[in-house]
């Protein structure tokens, strides 16, 4: 049977990136890239893109069969800071897309799906170091609270009517080619356009904040992994950690510096802040080292290498 792809969310930090992978793989005409609007050029004309509200059960249903879906990539979400400025919409979105899709999924209409998760699952009595796949989970914001409840969903769905879904918790992501959006960890990918067009910048994090990140090419590539991967060997169906690089506003300014001696940074926490204070510094990510395979590439350097080449582009 052929794999036919939507992807729900295609025009955002990671539904770019993701869309433009697997349309390589998997071919344009197999990917069926949406969202609620137009908002990427490439996504829109490299391929089919439709037009979808990830809350309209309806219009992913009717895209679904016209389309004859196989597998559904859910990447519609609001991230962990605007979902603390709009909470019963975070909750709304964050909650009921994911429902819609697997609902279909129970129906029988599609085979597989793709949901992220986050390292917001975690909260300030989670153990901030090497933070291990089973432990305390008490997530203290919006976005938190509804991707735990969606691990939940998943692992209740698998369980109970044999969804076949996949899921993995990403760190901050950092990608030249894609804004962030909306989240935590944003300024990761700032602070190396800032460094290139003024040579300063403010950061809304205290230096010393160690948060678990990932260069882009990583996540998409742990997301194709994912899905690729035997059933069998995916024994989790809650959500996966998955393990980047960790690091500091500080050391990614070092980092940059050893290429723009001059950058300069400074600091002004907001309330981004607490967010950031109630996460993990690193993660575990052991169990889809065993399970798929799972090794990151890039550390802190060579990502850093990597945006300042390609942002100079
Ligand atoms: C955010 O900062 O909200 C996201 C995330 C860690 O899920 N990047």
């Known amino acids: 049977?052929?794999?036919?792809?939507?992807?729900?969310?295609?025009?955002?930090?990671?539904g770019t990136e993701l869309t433009k992978k697997l349309r390589s793989i998997y071919g344009?005409?197999?990917?069926?890239?949406?969202?609620?609007?137009?908002?990427?050029?490439?996504?829109?004309?490299?391929?089919?893109?439709?037009v979808v509200n990830a809350l309209d059960f309806n219009q992913i249903e009717h895209l679904v069969e016209q389309y004859n879906i196989t597998d559904v990539y859910l990447m519609a979400a609001l991230l962990s800071a605007t979902a603390e400025?709009?909470?019963?919409?975070?909750?709304?979105?964050?909650?009921?897309?994911?429902?819609?899709?697997?609902?279909?999924?129970?129906?029988?209409?599609?085979?597989?799906?793709?949901?992220p998760s986050s390292i917001a699952v975690?909260?300030?009595?989670?153990p901030r170091y090497n933070t291990?796949?089973?432990?305390?989970?008490?997530p203290s914001t919006v976005y938190g609270i509804s991707k735990q409840s969606g691990e939940r969903w998943c692992e209740y769905y698998h369980t109970i009517y044999g969804v076949d879904i996949r899921s993995i918790r990403y760190p901050g992501l950092i990608s030249w080619s894609t804004e962030p959006g909306g989240g935590t960890t944003d300024y990761a990918v700032d602070i190396y356009?800032?460094?290139?067009?003024?040579?300063?910048?403010?950061c809304f994090l205290s230096e010393e904040?160690?948060?678990?990140?990932?260069?882009?090419?990583?996540?998409?590539?742990a997301t194709v992994e994912i899905m690729q991967a035997p059933t069998e060997r995916i024994k989790i169906r809650s959500s996966y950690n998955l393990g980047g690089v960790s690091f500091t506003p500080k050391e990614v300014a070092q980092s940059i510096q050893k290429h723009i001696p001059d950058?300069?940074?400074?600091?002004?926490?907001?309330?981004?802040?607490?967010?950031?204070?109630?996460?993990?510094?690193?993660?575990?990510?052991?169990?889809?080292?065993?399970?798929?395979?799972w090794k990151h590439e890039f550390d802190l350097d060579s990502m850093t290498l990597e945006m300042l080449e390609n942002l100079k582009r």
């Open 1 to 14: 049977m052929t794999t036919k792809i939507l992807i729900i969310g295609a025009c955002g930090q990671i």
């Open 28 to 50: 344009a005409d197999n990917v069926i890239a949406s969202d609620i609007r137009k908002l990427n050029i490439d996504v829109v004309n490299d391929g089919i893109f439709e």
């Open 85 to 115: 400025k709009n909470p019963a919409f975070a909750w709304d979105l964050n909650m009921n897309s994911l429902f819609h899709v697997l609902n279909l999924a129970k129906a029988g209409k599609i085979k597989k799906i793709f949901w």
């Open 122 to 126: 975690f909260g300030p009595t989670t």
């Open 132 to 138: 291990p796949q089973y432990t305390i989970m008490e």
């Open 193 to 202: 356009h800032k460094a290139l067009e003024k040579g300063t910048f403010e």
């Open 209 to 221: 904040t160690a948060l678990p990140m990932m260069y882009m090419d990583d996540a998409i590539r």
């Open 263 to 293: 950058f300069t940074i400074t600091y002004k926490p907001d309330f981004r802040q607490k967010i950031a204070d109630s996460w993990p510094a690193s993660i575990d990510d052991s169990c889809a080292n065993q399970d798929w395979n």
